[in-house]
């Protein structure tokens, strides 16, 4: 892990969809947000849990996040095709989003 600014990102799955959402994340979502400068350090499902999907991101700070953010998220592609699609396979208000920092 590079960065010192970590996000653990929970979502849940529409009933029946988490390999659906899975196969979106793997093939569109991480590849999108790694080309532009996020570091994402893992793609996890949860065995006991058959809704659940877990992804680790890392940036360098704050800073470095907001610029991520703005990057992906006020993109067109992830605007009008990437984030609606998403938003079909996972219940977005559901999602946890937990922010740590490294300890060394």
């Known amino acids: 892990m590079s960065g010192a600014l970590v996000e653990i990102r929970r979502y849940v799955a529409f009933p029946g969809r988490r390999a659906e959402l899975v196969d979106v994340m793997d093939r569109v979502v991480i590849p999108f947000v790694r080309a532009r400068g996020v570091e994402v ?19 360098d700070d704050a800073d470095d996040r907001d610029r991520a953010y703005a990057a992906i998220y006020e993109d067109p592609e992830w605007v009008d095709t990437i984030g609606p ?11 946890v989003i937990t922010t740590a920092t490294a300890t060394a």
């Open 85 to 95: 699609t998403v938003k079909k396979l996972m219940d977005v208000p559901r999602a």
């Open 41 to 59: 350090l893992a793609s996890l499902v949860v065995p006991d849990d058959e809704d659940a999907y877990i992804w680790i991101r890392s940036f």
